[in-house]
């Protein structure tokens, strides 16, 4: 704020820095204008109520290329010389203009700009894109006027529209790429996480993933002994869409499909399949768990879950085996042997077992 008043003295008091022959040029459009439609000062109201309604001045893109070679694609836009803007005064409105402190972004003479935006508007706000590492490609290239109003606008923060819309003007809506939606997107904003200008995080992520994501939801890598990695690397994105898809849950893909874009897929070869195991997450939390190999729970709880125990009391290799383990004689995923035994219980085993 010092910083800006400071900068508006400073402008105030410099003489205009037009560059001559960009401004002799431009008067010289200037008075052809004038001699076109005409000097009288109604017409030149006329001209300005135009400006303001968002139409073009016809004669405006002819006054131009002398200075778009110079300057920003905003230098397109002229005005009659000498001639004060009569202000809107809409609900929000930019101090240096309401001040009349034209010249702090006009050139003098044909109120062309004095020089691109981003060199303009840092003269009086940080620069916020100096020390940034993601960029946003409009804000980049200094077209700040496809956000912001320069003078007045109904909307705070100057800007042209609020809200998704100002962002789907050029970005396809995020929430039509799935049937699954994200709350934080539907019924938030897109500012809720991205930054409108540049960001030290990739994507104008306002905060790096993972904390974006736990200023919403339970910090998966407290309160549980087991992790999965993927998880306390905070690689959510490596399972999960940020706006939407068309797996529930925000998945990239269904499982098991997604457990195989890094775990081998176990599947494809076996000879027997446990009827579950396409659904992992019948067995295992994706996120953690206070079980050893991301179990939803211990065994046989986990097994008894959709077997009964009257059913495994009928078998006779069952007799005796209280305190053991399911898996120490079975394998939960698939095997090579019926009943999904493990090699080790499938030789001596009953002639059944041994196919
Ligand atoms: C903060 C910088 C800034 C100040 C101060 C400012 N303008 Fe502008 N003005 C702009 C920009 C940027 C544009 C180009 C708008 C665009 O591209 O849509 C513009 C456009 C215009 C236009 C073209 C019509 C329009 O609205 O698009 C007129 C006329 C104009 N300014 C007059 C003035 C006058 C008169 C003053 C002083 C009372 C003034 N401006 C103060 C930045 C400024
Ligand atoms: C002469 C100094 C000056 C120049 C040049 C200037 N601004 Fe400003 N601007 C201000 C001041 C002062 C404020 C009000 C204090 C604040 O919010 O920072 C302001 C406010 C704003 C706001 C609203 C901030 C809010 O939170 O409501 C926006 C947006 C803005 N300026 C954009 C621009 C853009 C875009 C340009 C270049 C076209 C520009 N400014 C050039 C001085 C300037
Ligand atoms: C893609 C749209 C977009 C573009 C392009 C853009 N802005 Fe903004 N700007 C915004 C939005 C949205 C906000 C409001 C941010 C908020 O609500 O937190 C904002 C806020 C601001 C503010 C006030 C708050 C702050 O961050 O200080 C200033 C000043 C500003 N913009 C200047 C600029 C300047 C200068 C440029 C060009 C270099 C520019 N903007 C380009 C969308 C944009
Ligand atoms: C004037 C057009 C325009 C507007 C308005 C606009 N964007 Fe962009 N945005 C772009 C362009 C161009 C790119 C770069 C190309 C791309 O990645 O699609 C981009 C890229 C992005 C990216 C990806 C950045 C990266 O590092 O890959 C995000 C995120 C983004 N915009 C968010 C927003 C949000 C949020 C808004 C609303 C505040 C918004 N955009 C408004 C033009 C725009
Ligand atoms: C809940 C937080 C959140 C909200 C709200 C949000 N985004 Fe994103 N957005 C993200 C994350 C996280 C990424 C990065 C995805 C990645 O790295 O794969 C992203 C990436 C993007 C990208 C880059 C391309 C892509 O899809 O990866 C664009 C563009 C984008 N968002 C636009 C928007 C727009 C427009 C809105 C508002 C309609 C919005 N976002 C709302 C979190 C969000
Ligand atoms: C602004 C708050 C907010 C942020 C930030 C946020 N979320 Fe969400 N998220 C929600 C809400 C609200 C829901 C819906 C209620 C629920 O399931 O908890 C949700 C649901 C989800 C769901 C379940 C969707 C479903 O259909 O079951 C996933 C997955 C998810 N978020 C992932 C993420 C990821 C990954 C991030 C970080 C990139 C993130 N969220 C950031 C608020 C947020
Ligand atoms: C290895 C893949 C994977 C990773 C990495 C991952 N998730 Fe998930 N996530 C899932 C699966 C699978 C579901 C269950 C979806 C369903 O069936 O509804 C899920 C569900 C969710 C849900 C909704 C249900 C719940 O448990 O609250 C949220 C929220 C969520 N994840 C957020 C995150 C966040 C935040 C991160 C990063 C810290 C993350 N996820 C990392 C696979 C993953
Ligand atoms: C019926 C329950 C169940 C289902 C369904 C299940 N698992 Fe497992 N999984 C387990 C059990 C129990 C263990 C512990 C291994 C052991 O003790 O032999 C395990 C261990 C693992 C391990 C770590 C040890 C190893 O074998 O590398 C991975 C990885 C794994 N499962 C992935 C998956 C994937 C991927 C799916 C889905 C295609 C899946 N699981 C489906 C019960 C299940
Ligand atoms: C982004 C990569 C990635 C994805 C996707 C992924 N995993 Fe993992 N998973 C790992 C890594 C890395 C490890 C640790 C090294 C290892 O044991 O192979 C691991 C370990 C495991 C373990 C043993 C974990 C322990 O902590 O004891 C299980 C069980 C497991 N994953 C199940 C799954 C299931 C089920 C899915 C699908 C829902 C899945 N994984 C998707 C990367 C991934
Ligand atoms: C989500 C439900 C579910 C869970 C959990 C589950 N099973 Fe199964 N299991 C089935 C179904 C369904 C079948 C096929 C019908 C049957 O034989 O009862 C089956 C079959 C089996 C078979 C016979 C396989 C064959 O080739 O005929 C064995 C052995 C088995 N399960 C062991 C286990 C063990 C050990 C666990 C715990 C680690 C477990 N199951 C957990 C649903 C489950
Ligand atoms: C000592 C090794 C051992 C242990 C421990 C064990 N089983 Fe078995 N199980 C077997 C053998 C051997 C068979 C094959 C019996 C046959 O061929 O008649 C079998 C068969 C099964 C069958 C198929 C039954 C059918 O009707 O055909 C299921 C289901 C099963 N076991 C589940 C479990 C569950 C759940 C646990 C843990 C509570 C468990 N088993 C513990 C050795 C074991």
Redesign the pocket.
């Known amino acids: 704020m010092a910083n800006v008043r400071r900068h508006v003295h400073k402008l105030i008091s410099t003489p205009g820095r037009g560059k001559r022959p960009v401004v002799l040029l431009a008067l010289v459009v200037a008075v052809g204008l004038a001699l076109l439609t005409g000097c009288r000062s109604d017409t030149n109201y006329k001209v300005l109520s135009f400006f303001f309604d968002g139409v073009p001045q016809p004669g405006a893109t002819n006054a131009a290329p002398a200075q778009v070679a110079e300057n920003t694609a905003a230098t397109t836009n002229t005005v009659s010389p000498n001639k004060p803007v009569v202000p809107l005064n809409l609900k929000i409105s930019h101090p240096p203009f309401v001040a009349g402190n034209c010249a702090a972004c006009h050139d003098d003479f044909s109120k062309g700009m004095k020089g691109p935006l981003l060199t303009v508007c840092f003269t009086c706000h940080d620069n916020f894109l100096a020390k940034a590492k993601a960029k946003h490609a409009p804000v980049e290239s200094g077209e700040c006027m496809d956000c912001h109003e320069p003078h007045e606008s109904v909307n705070k923060h100057l800007l042209k529209q609020t809200g998704t819309a100002l962002c789907l003007n050029c970005h396809d809506d995020p929430l039509a790429k799935g049937k699954f939606k994200h709350d934080a997107v539907v019924n938030g904003d897109c500012l809720d996480c991205h930054d409108p200008h540049a960001s030290a995080n990739g994507k104008l992520l306002k905060k790096a993933i993972p904390a974006a994501c736990y200023d919403c939801h339970d910090d998966f890598t407290k309160g549980k002994k087991d992790v999965h990695q993927p998880v306390s690397d905070g690689d959510c994105m490596s399972c999960h869409e940020a706006h939407a898809s068309n797996q529930k849950g925000l998945l990239i893909k269904s499982?098991?499909e997604l457990?195989?874009t890094c775990?081998d897929n176990?599947?494809e070869k076996a000879k027997f399949k446990?009827d579950?195991?396409?659904?992992?997450?019948?067995?295992?939390n994706p996120h953690n768990s206070n079980e050893?190999?991301?179990?939803a729970k211990p065994?046989p709880a986990?097994?008894l879950d959709?077997h009964d125990q009257k059913d495994l009391d009928h078998v006779k290799a069952h007799a005796g085996v209280a305190g053991k383990?399911?898996?120490d004689c079975h394998?939960?995923?698939v095997g090579d042997n019926a009943n999904l035994l493990?090699p080790v219980t499938a030789k001596p085993a009953t002639a059944p077992a041994a196919k």
């Not at 195991?277 to 019948?282: F, K, L, R």
């Not at 050893?292 to 179990?295: D, K, Q, S, T």
């Open positions: 499982s098991p457990c195989w775990h176990f599947l446990h579950p195991v396409e659904d992992c997450t019948s067995c295992h050893a190999n991301l179990l065994e986990l097994c959709c383990s399911c898996t394998d939960p995923h493990k």
